[in-house]
Structures are given as C-alpha cells and as structure tokens.
C-alpha cells in the first residue's frame, strides 16, 4: 500500500512536493510531517532559507558571536578560493548572510574539532587527496587563526591517519583525539581500525598514539565515538565513552576503564547507524550530577529498516546506574542532531525514518540512496518534565552530511546534506547548500528578552572577554517594564563542533545568581551577579557563552566569553 503525503510550502510560488513511502515500513503513527503551520502562526517555530554555505556545510562550528565555520570535504562546490580551486572550507557571516571561502589544502572529509583552552579551534583527521591540488588529510592538524581570519595546516602531525575520529577538550585545556579508521569505509573492520588516542599539543612535544582497547571490543559499529566529560571534585579527567551500544568512564590520568555501564537497550546508535548524544544541563543544585541522553540509530543496516524510536538516559555517577528508555516522542530518526536551546531544553533536527548514514550507491535516476523517509521537522525535548513534542516542519530534507547548531541569538542554524560521491544537484537527496534559521517559540514570546550591556564593565560581543573558574562576575542587563516582575535565570554553553550528528563538547550549566537588584540610577537597568562553575571538569576552559532569561526568554544574544 502507497500513500501519497502534500508537501505545501512558499517559495516565491506555491509549489508541490509528492513523495511516495511504503507504510509497511513505518509505524501507523509515523509522519514525515510535524503539525502544519499557518504563516503567522509562531507556537511551533518557524523556518527561513538565509543565505547560501558556499560548501556543502558537512562540518560546522560557531567561532564568534556572527560567524560560522562550515567545513566539508574535496568536491568540487561552487564557491571558488582567489586561485580558482572549488573551496571545501567557508565562513559564514549571519549578519549580511555572506560567505567566503577559506584556504585548505588538505581532504577534510570526515573530520574533527574542538577548542584549545586559549579560544583556538583545532580541525584534525580527514581523507586521501587528489594527488594534484589537495593532498592527504588523514594526518594532518588545521588550527584556525581567528585573527588572520583563516586556516593554517600542520600536515603529518597526526601519528597515525585518522578517519571519523572525535575530539574532546580536556580540563588541563588540551585536545583528546580518538578513535575513527585508518580510510574511508562504509562499516569499520578490524584491519583499518584505529582503537587509539592522542593528546594535542603533545606533553613531550611529539605526538603519540595510545592504546584504547574498548574500540577494538565495539567493532564494527564505533566511529565517531561519543565523549563527555565527567564533572568531579578531584579534577580527573574521567571521560564517558559510548560506542555501538556500550559505554565506559575512562580515567585518562591513570589510562584505565574505571566504571563500566549496562548495555544500552535498542539498536545500534553509532555510524552507519548513527544515532546522536548530549550532556543534559548541569547545575549546582545537586553537584553537577550528570546525565547522558543518547537517541536514535538503527537495529540493521537496510535501507527499510525503521529507525530507533528510542532514547535513553543514563546518569553517569549513580551506583548501578541503569538505562532509562523512552519512544523519543515517538519518531523514528537515524542520524538527528541534538542542539541545546537557550533555556536548557533540546532540539531533535534532521534525520531520516528508515536506514542507515553512507553515500548513495549508483550514479542518476536509478541511484541508491541508504535510507529513506527523511523527517522534516524537529522534536523538541524538555529534560525536566521528560516530554517531547513536534514543531514546525521545514521542506528541506536534512540527511547524511547534514549540521545544526545554536546560535548566540537563540535561533539553530540548520544546514547541510549531501549524501553522494560527488555534488549531485539533479538526484532526491541533493548536495544541499540552503542554510536555514529555526526560531523556537520562545523567541516569540511577549516577555521582555533581557538585553545585557556589559560584562565586568566590558561592552559585550566587541572583544572575547576573559572570566575565571569560581569568580563573582557582575554584567549590567537591561529588562522592558511590564506587569511582569523578572525572573532570571542564567546559564553557560558551549555551542560545540557539529558533524555526522556528534556535537563534540557541546555543553550546558546553569549559573547560580549571586544577586540581583535594579539600577535606580537607569530606567529598567539591573546589576547582577553571576557564579562561575567552580572547576574544569564542569565546563572545559574555553569559548562559551553566558546567557540570562526572564521567564524562559533569552537575551538579545549571548555574551562570548573566554573561560581560562
């Protein structure tokens, strides 16, 4: 039995979209759709195309306030550098939805990134070159000059290549790099696996690989494994990492497993059945307990298997801690991302119903795509109360090689997708270079948004402004009268590396409010006083943000702060 599911969107003109499924392969209850949105209707969210990423946006990762760094592999997209090569790199400027490219040499495809402790965003790992303008990435480290405004490649540094690796920063402020494969591979095997890692910048000042035998246990389904730092009070540096469907706290200071976690129940949630992560925020309230949300992936490796409709949690310090599953609002998705929003909550984005992340399989119409039935519209999860619901659908399927990430404003950048060898325009799941901006509901919000002016005196977003473990900091905040007497909250993100749905240290805590009164002196102007978290295991030192609500509405924007 086929069923025929009316896309209706507006692009200049009405346009319509028929796409056929088999509802044999999905539950009754499934939908490719979330509720259908009235153009002046804003409770569910809405969508807006911006702005063109230049490259495939494989990669992506928010380096200051207005800029995104997207990332993708060789190919030949059309954004050209001054020398006529096709770009695989660009920076994408969300104020006049800009984009130019960046100089990189080397294959990216597949990569990693994080930051240094000083605010420098490494990118290391990749694929084969062209033997004839790009060369090699499997070995090379990229660090990005924020100051020049581009890329500077340390080719061979990496001991060994590295293919689908992760990447975490650490409390000390340097860069774990694990795991991934030797080259590119539609599943890993034993001869091409790298079960190791390597510290960046090196102690001794050479780099080298260390054996990490629970990636040799989790073959075939443990690339891009997932990693979070563990908060503590001793300072360690304990590590959870997940894998296919088993997990570990790896304490890097003595190089053992300490604690070793239940199977999670489902499906597989790793590449090719990828699923996705996240750290759930972490607050003083009970000692920064933390919990770990992994969602998604696939039983099977078939094109019309149905996708995870499953999420669990797990909280990482309690004795004999156990999984505790839910249906992930009830929408199968392999591949989602999972991006924080402002106040704490999380968007499910992107991802498809049914198969598994790879490239298509044939070239033009008779192409075979991995998966099929992408979901076009977000979930979105309240942590605390443990409830999901769906909002606004876009019309663009975001699939394998797409990214989502949060934004200072409290919008999510949505982009990418690009599930073929090469760019491919004229197939049913195209190189997609559209970016789009997703406005959760609590933009919409008659609340007044605080507005915040300074931060230690400093005027925000003009300069990263340097702030220390445990310290008092003071910002001045603007808050509209209203009948409405505020009610804050404040917090600090990390907005994260995104790739392959694995946001590498995204991260959430909630800030204790020191205090709080009105300025007298200034019409609507307060003074507040906000406690840092008290160690690195908390937060990685770093670039974040500092946001403060009222009533669950976000600030104007973020404040970038460098956390040392």
Same mark, same amino acid.
């Given at each position: 039995m086929r069923v025929k599911f009316l896309f209706i969107f507006l692009v200049g003109v009405l346009i319509l979209l028929i796409d056929q499924i088999n509802v044999n392969a999905l539950p009754a209850s499934f939908s490719l759709r979330g509720e259908r949105q009235e153009p002046a209707d804003t409770t569910l969210g809405t969508w807006k195309v911006v702005g063109d990423s230049g490259v495939s946006a494989m990669h992506a990762v928010v380096v200051a306030p207005r800029k995104v760094i997207f990332i993708d592999r060789l190919e030949q997209n059309h954004l050209k550098k001054p020398d006529g090569l096709a770009a695989i790199s660009s920076e994408y400027d969300l104020d006049t939805n800009l984009v130019r490219p960046l100089s990189v040499y080397t294959n990216t495809f597949c990569s990693a990134g994080s930051f240094?402790?000083?605010?420098?965003?490494?990118?290391?790992?990749?694929?084969?070159?062209?033997?004839?303008?790009?060369?090699?990435?499997?070995q090379?480290?990229?660090?990005?000059?924020?100051?020049?405004?581009?890329?500077?490649?340390?080719?061979?540094?990496?001991p060994s290549n590295r293919w689908y690796p992760t990447m975490i920063t650490l409390p000390n402020g340097n860069i774990m790099i694990l795991g991934g494969s030797t080259k590119a591979v539609g599943v890993n095997r034993a001869d091409i696996n790298n079960p190791t890692y390597s510290i960046y910048p090196p102690p001794n000042g050479v780099m080298q690989d260390h054996e990490f035998d629970f990636l040799t246990t989790t073959l075939p389904n443990n690339l891009y494994p997932m990693l979070h730092l563990i908060p503590n009070d001793e300072g360690?540096?304990?590590?959870?990492?997940?894998?296919?469907?088993?997990?570990?706290a790896f304490d890097l200071g003595t190089g053992q497993v300490v604690k070793t976690y239940p199977k999670m129940p489902g499906?597989?949630?790793?590449?090719p059945l990828t699923g996705t992560s996240i750290m759930l925020p972490l607050s003083s309230v009970d000692n920064y307990k933390p919990t770990v949300m992994i969602c998604g992936g696939n039983k099977d490796r078939e094109i019309k298997s149905i996708s995870e409709a499953s999420c669990g949690r797990l909280e990482l310090t309690t004795e004999n801690a156990e999984w505790e599953m839910d249906?992930?609002?009830?929408?199968?998705?392999?591949?989602?991302?999972?991006?924080?929003?402002?106040?704490?909550?999380? !968007?499910?984005?992107?991802?498809?119903?049914? &198969? $598994?992340a790879g490239l298509r399989k044939g070239q033009g119409a008779n192409s075979l795509f991995t998966f099929e039935n992408p979901v076009l519209f977000p979930t979105h999860y309240d942590p605390v109360a443990k409830t999901y619901k769906a909002l606004a659908s876009s019309y663009i399927?975001?699939?394998y090689h797409s990214v989502a990430t949060l934004l200072p404003d409290g919008t999510v950048l949505v982009a990418g997708s690009n599930p073929s060898n090469t760019v491919s325009l004229d197939v049913k799941f195209p190189t997609e270079y559209r970016v789009e901006i997703f406005t959760p509901p609590y933009l919409y919000t008659t609340t007044p948004r605080p507005n915040i002016i300074s931060l230690?005196?400093?005027?925000?977003?003009?300069?990263?402004?340097q702030v220390f473990y445990d310290e008092v900091i003071t910002l001045v905040v603007q808050i509209e009268s209203s009948d409405l007497l505020p009610i !804050?909250?404040?917090?600090?993100?990390?907005? &994260? $590396?995104?790739?392959?749905?694995?946001?590498?240290?995204?991260?959430?805590?909630?800030?204790?409010?020191e205090s709080f009164y009105l300025d007298e002196s200034v019409a609507d102007q307060y003074i507040i006083s906000l406690k840092l978290p008290p160690n690195p295991t908390i937060i990685a030192p770093g670039p974040h943000y500092i946001y403060i609500l009222n009533h669950n509405a976000p600030c104007d924007s973020g404040v970038d702060v460098l956390l040392n």
């Open positions: 240094l402790a000083n605010g420098t965003l490494i990118e290391a790992g990749g694929s084969t070159g062209d033997d004839v303008n790009y060369r090699s990435g499997l090379t480290i990229r660090v990005y000059d924020q100051g020049f405004g581009d890329w500077i490649e340390l080719e061979g540094v990496l360690k540096a304990l590590i959870f990492v997940f894998a296919s469907q088993e997990s570990i499906g597989f949630r790793s590449y249906d992930f609002g009830g929408t199968p998705r392999v591949m989602p991302d999972a991006t924080f929003l402002v106040d704490g909550t999380i !968007l499910f984005v992107n991802g498809a119903g049914t &198969g $598994f399927p975001r699939v230690q005196d400093l005027p925000i977003n003009q300069q990263r402004i !804050l909250k404040a917090a600090i993100i990390h907005h &994260g $590396f995104v790739t392959h749905s694995t946001n590498m240290n995204q991260r959430y805590v909630y800030l204790d409010i």
